[in-house]
C-alpha cells in the first residue's frame, strides 16, 4: 500500500473538488462514483477546472497537464482498495453514508484511513458501522474546494491519534489549513454558518430587508465575499435545510429551518444546480432575484 495513491467516493461538486487538489498535490487519486458515467464527467470537470488556472496563471501549464494524468476513473468500487487515504464525498444522506463505510471497511482492510466530507453527521456513527472505527475521521472540505483553503478535521470517539495525525499532515499536503472540532453537530463550520443563512432568510421572510440588501450587506457590511442567501442557494438550498434539521434534532429548536427555506425545497427552488433559488442561475452565476419567490413572498 503506497502512501501516493487515495481515494475519492463521489464525484459530484466536492469529490471531484477534492480529487482535484489531490492531483494538483501529485498524489494518484481513484476517483469513484455509483452512478455510471459520473466519475468519467467529473474527471471531464477537473480537466477543464485545471484549464481554467492555467488561462488565468494561476497554475503551470506542466503541473496541470501532470495533475489531469494524477486521475484514474474506477468503474467498481472495489478498485479503491489498495489506497492508504479514503474520501467519501457522496450524498448527505445518513444510511447511504453508513452502507458505504461498510464496504469501505470491508474492502480496505485494518491500515487505511477512511475520511468522510460530511457537514453534519456524526463521525462516530459512521465509524460505528465499521471493524476499525479508530481509521474513520471527518475531512469536511470548503466549496469550492480548490480556492478555499481551509478543512475541517473532526475526531470521532474512538479515533486514533495516528489517523488524526496522516489526516492533518495530507491536509496540509493539499496546501489547507486544517481546523479541529469535536464531534458535535454541525461542527464549527456549518454551527456558526448555517444560523446566519437562516436568520438572513427569517430577514426576507419578515419583510424586514430584500434579498438583495441582505446580501448586500453582508458583502459591504462585513465583508464576506458572498451574501449569505447567494452562499445557500451555492450549497443547495436543500442541503442548508438538511444541516438546519440534524443540528436541530441535537441542539435545539434555534436551529429549526425558517419557513421559507421549507417552502423553498418543496417548490424545487435548490439554488445553482437547479438553475433558481433565491436568485435565478446561469452558467454558475446569480443573474437576478428570483421572480417566483418574489411573487411568493408578497403573497
Avoid at 453514508?97 to 491500515?111: E, I, M, T, V, Y
Avoid at 475541517?152 to 470517539?157: D, S, T
Avoid at 421549507?262 to 452558467?283: C, E, I, P, R
Amino acid at each position: 500500500m503506497t502512501e501516493r495513491k487515495i481515494a475519492v467516493v463521489g464525484a459530484g461538486t466536492m469529490g471531484r473538488g477534492i480529487a482535484q487538489v489531490a492531483a494538483q498535490a501529485g498524489f494518484q487519486v481513484v476517483l469513484y462514483d455509483g452512478v455510471p458515467g459520473a466519475a468519467q464527467k467529473g474527471l471531464e470537470v477537473i480537466q477543464k477546472s485545471l484549464q481554467k488556472l492555467v488561462d488565468k496563471g494561476e497554475l503551470e501549464k506542466g503541473v496541470a497537464e501532470s495533475a489531469g494524468k494524477n486521475v484514474f476513473v474506477a468503474d467498481v468500487l472495489d478498485e479503491v482498495a489498495g489506497c492508504f487515504f479514503i474520501v467519501e464525498a457522496i450524498t448527505e444522506q445518513r444510511e447511504q453514508k453508513r452502507d458505504l463505510f461498510q464496504k469501505l471497511d470491508q474492502l480496505c482492510g485494518a491500515s487505511a484511513v477512511l475520511a468522510s466530507n460530511t457537514s453534519s453527521i456524526p463521525i462516530t456513527e459512521l465509524a460505528s458501522v465499521t471493524r476499525h472505527p479508530e481509521n474513520v475521521i471527518g475531512m469536511h472540505f470548503m466549496n469550492p474546494v480548490p480556492l478555499m483553503p481551509g478543512v475541517e478535521i473532526i475526531k470521532g470517539l474512538k479515533t486514533s491519534e495516528e489517523t488524526y495525525r496522516k489526516t492533518i499532515k495530507l491536509a496540509k499536503q493539499f496546501s489547507k489549513q486544517p481546523v479541529y472540532s469535536s464531534d458535535k453537530a454541525g461542527f464549527v463550520i456549518n454551527r456558526i454558518l448555517m444560523p446566519l443563512i437562516n436568520e438572513a432568510i427569517h430577514v426576507v421572510e419578515e419583510g424586514t430587508s430584500t434579498v438583495e440588501d441582505v446580501d448586500n450587506g453582508a458583502k459591504y457590511c462585513l465583508h464576506h465575499p458572498l451574501g449569505p442567501l447567494a452562499l445557500s442557494d451555492v450549497i443547495g438550498n436543500d442541503t442548508t435545510h438538511h444541516i438546519l434539521s440534524v443540528i436541530e434534532g441535537e441542539l435545539g429548536e434555534r436551529f429549526k429551518p425558517a419557513s421559507l427555506l421549507t417552502w423553498m425545497v418543496g417548490a424545487g427552488l435548490l439554488g445553482n444546480k437547479t438553475g433558481a433559488g433565491f436568485y435565478l442561475w446561469v452558467d454558475n452565476k446569480p443573474q437576478q432575484v428570483n421572480g417566483q419567490l418574489l411573487k411568493y413572498l408578497k403573497q
